[in-house]
């Protein structure tokens, strides 16, 4: 970014234009010189004072007014200002500094109406919420298009979360031994996600796709999963990085920390051929080896 003061061209300038050229002022006259580099530059020690002075600068930025006006009310007295007793005391280590601090959210279905599976017949779409597994892809020529919602529990990453990794974990139990099955995983766009509870609630959240009048509560992040060609009985495989679509869902407003998030894996677009399809374990068919979400996130606090 340029910092000249008058016009480039004329002996009024002065200041540094592109981080390369200076324009400044000697004995002799006016010159352009290249801008000088320090001969001694930040030691680490000084590198890592610095990051603490930005640091308590962003911290100074988040507090509130209330807090702000006691801390100039007491500088004051000291013919300081708050801002800078503020600063003076982060770099003595008097006041913890917040920063980016990392965590991670595992989740898993753990109810019959927390997971559903969706499917085409040739004719009409069909919904089971109590389904003892769950299929993605073409399993047989009457019954295809076929996926699955799953809904987690208790996420309680906060506002503001930047996600980091996500991944959707599912355990097979039939149809592992097929290399043509593609899926999508897309979000369920609420705030605080619901059960599934039959077909029309399905296909309100999952779109048009599967029939749903519009596309306003999924996300417009999406993720296409080419599966494994051969995966034994209950094996696990782990989905591409979801990250985009966890983090459209966190930064709804209005988001409950602590909610539900819901998330749908499937073939609804029929991309994958007849006979190749990939079945899962839902809730009702092995609690245990129900889907699972993993995401790793961060934040400032």
């Known amino acids: 970014m340029a910092k000249v003061t008058g016009p480039a061209f ?5 200041g540094e234009l592109g981080g390369g050229i200076c324009y400044t ?21 000084q590198a890592a004072h610095r990051a603490s002075f930005h640091s308590a600068k962003s911290a100074w930025k988040l507090l509130s007014p209330a807090s702000k006006a006691a801390l100039n009310a007491e500088a004051d007295l000291l013919h300081m200002t708050g801002y800078n007793l503020y600063i003076k005391r982060a ?14 959210y595992e989740g898993q279905v753990a109810a019959s109406l ?3 599976r969706v499917w085409y017949n040739g004719s009409i779409w069909q919904c ?38 996500a991944h959707l974990h599912l355990t097979c139990d039939n149809w592992g031994n097929n290399a043509g099955v593609w899926c999508k995983i897309v979000g369920d766009k609420e705030a605080n996600a619901n059960p599934f509870s039959n077909l029309v609630d399905y296909q309100s959240r999952r779109g048009t796709s599967c029939g749903g009048a519009n596309n306003d509560l999924r996300t417009l992040a999406e993720v296409a999963w080419h599966m494994p060609a051969a995966i034994g009985d209950d094996e696990e495989i782990e989905s591409p990085d979801i990250s985009a679509v966890i983090q459209e869902i966190l930064d709804l ?32 068919g092995a609690p245990a080896h129900a889907g699972r979400l993993h995401f790793t996130y961060k934040y400032w606090g």
């Open 114 to 116: 927390d997971d559903a």
């Open 10 to 14: 004329s002996v009024d300038a002065h």
């Open 253 to 284: 407003p209005g988001r409950v920390v602590g909610g539900a998030i819901a998330v749908f894996c499937d073939d609804h677009d029929d991309v994958s051929p007849l006979w190749q399809a990939y079945g899962f374990y839902s809730y009702d």
């Open 25 to 45: 002022g000697c004995k002799s006259g006016h010159r352009v010189i290249l801008t000088p580099k320090p001969g001694n530059p930040n030691s680490a020690s």
């Open 128 to 165: 089971f919420p109590y389904n003892n597994g769950s299929d993605v892809g073409h399993p047989i020529d009457i019954l295809y298009r076929d996926g699955t919602g799953m809904r987690f529990l208790t996420v309680d990453s906060p506002v503001g979360a930047v996600v980091l990794t």
């Open 91 to 104: 770099l003595l280590g008097e006041i913890s500094l917040p920063g980016w601090v990392e965590d991670s």
